[in-house]
């Protein structure tokens, strides 16, 4: 009995450990864009997008001298690094192994590329317009333009080579991304066509957005498209599943809303900030449902999300040009790697208790024909006492106390 009681013990202990151990295992911290942290700039340029990709967080800017890229692995300590040349980098993007950043203004050297985010070489761009935005998807980068005639897309595959595609419109294109297996540019311009779709990047198509507001940055994630607009009245968020199909939504407040970005589970905006104070990003579980959220005062232009951290960056402030939000670099890998640890040792406890349990089933059915053995020995004597025994030959009866053997029997 002791022995049945110390393994049902057992059992139940080895639950409450596990369980113990399952909830180390899913508390780390992670990003959330709720509370948000300043960070020092490795200078006070007017930087205008942040992009994450092979480790490093990567910035460009439209001024500073032989300073307009900017790199950190952590997106605390930033780095100052020469740009290929001092012209108006306003986007950039990783894909394929390169980064790849576009300007507004340059000749015939719009685009440069590096593999690191340190070094930079200048590309020859399809043609001089103002490149306002670049993305990569489907083995394919895609920049729009605000500028140019029947021209305003560029294509390339590799980031070095680029070629003009015809635009569904010669609209504003401000912002462009992939998802879902298309390509879906927005535009601050255009009559009620300020959307372009195409599945190659190469053949664009006029799409209905959902109010002609000046949309400046569009993300995909969790299955849904996502633009943001810095005008408009309480419906400065508009959303699609597929890109061809639009629905205004509710930004958190009508601030100049410049970028969105989408990573763990939630999307986060961030605004310019011109007479806007403390309320300078917004985050959604879906795009739909926005909360303002407490941030640095400053103009933020974009948002990155990468390595369990969201990062913005500025184009004012004195020092402090970008912020974060969510558990950074190495502390997320050192977390993840500690966690990691808590599993392996909660898989080792929780295989030794199995083991133990095993075992002292194992010792209880072994003791199962003892007890049946010791049934019978008890039935027996209990059989005598309350009986007589009958015997003839190797035949034995009973019969009841006091009452005669069956003939031929004798009494024993």
């Known amino acids: 009995m002791n022995l049945l009681k110390k393994y ?18 899913v508390s780390q911290a992670t990003a959330d864009g ?14 205008l997008e942040v992009a994450y990709g092979n480790g490093l967080f990567v910035a460009v800017s439209d001024s500073g001298t032989g300073n307009r890229v900017m790199t950190s692995p952590d997106g605390i300590t930033w780095t100052s690094r020469t740009s290929a040349p001092d012209i108006g980098w ?18 015939g050297n719009r685009v440069m590329t590096s593999p690191d985010g340190i070094t930079w070489t200048i590309r020859t761009s ?26 305003r897309v560029m294509t390339s595959p590799d980031g070095i080579t680029w070629t003009s595609r015809t635009s569904a419109e010669d609209n504003s294109w401000l912002s462009v991304t992939y998802g879902n297996g298309v390509f879906v540019a927005v535009s601050g311009t255009g009559a009620g066509n300020r959307v372009m779709t195409s599945p190659d990047g190469i053949t664009w198509t006029s799409r209905t957005s959902a109010a002609d507001n000046q949309w400046r940055s569009v993300i995909y994630g969790n299955g849904v498209f996502v633009a ?17 199909t639009w629905t205004s939504r509710t930004s958190a407040a009508d601030n100049q809303w410049r970028s969105v970005i989408y990573g763990n589970g939630v999307f986060v905006a961030v605004s310019l ?4 104070a403390g309320n300078r990003v917004m985050t959604s579980p879906d ?17 990155a999300y990468g390595d369990g951290l969201f990062v913005a960056v500025s184009y004012t402030g004195t020092g402090n040009r970008v912020m974060t939000s969510g558990q950074i670099g190495l502390a997320a890998r050192t977390t993840a790697a500690a966690n990691a640890e808590a599993a392996r040792v909660a898989a080792a406890v929780e295989a030794a208790k199995k083991a133990k349990e095993q075992k002292e089933l194992m010792e209880i059915l072994a003791l199962i024909p003892s007890i ?3 049934t019978l020995s008890l039935g027996e004597t209990t059989q005598s006492l309350y009986s007589t025994k009958c015997v003839k030959g190797k035949t034995t009866k009973y019969v009841k106390y006091g009452a005669k053997c069956p003939k031929g029997y004798v009494k024993k």
């Open 8 to 25: 049902f013990r057992t059992s139940v202990t080895a639950v409450i450990l596990a369980s113990l151990f399952s909830v180390s295992v």
């Open 34 to 47: 709720i509370t948000w942290t300043s960070r020092t700039s490795a200078a006070d340029n007017v930087w």
């Open 90 to 107: 306003i986007s950039v993007t990783y894909g394929n192994g390169l980064f790849v950043a576009v300007s507004y203004t340059g000749i």
């Open 126 to 151: 399809a043609s001089n317009n103002d490149w306002y935005s670049v993305t990569y998807g489907n083995g394919l980068f895609v920049a729009v333009s605000t500028t140019g005639t029947g021209n």
């Open 228 to 244: 943001v607009s810095t005008t408009g009245a309480g419906n400065r968020v508009m959303t699609s599943p597929d890109g061809i």
């Open 273 to 276: 900030g011109a007479g806007e």
């Open 287 to 303: 795009g739909i449902t926005w909360t303002i959220r407490t941030s640095p005062d400053s103009g933020w232009t974009s948002v």
């Open 372 to 374: 049946g053995e010791l």
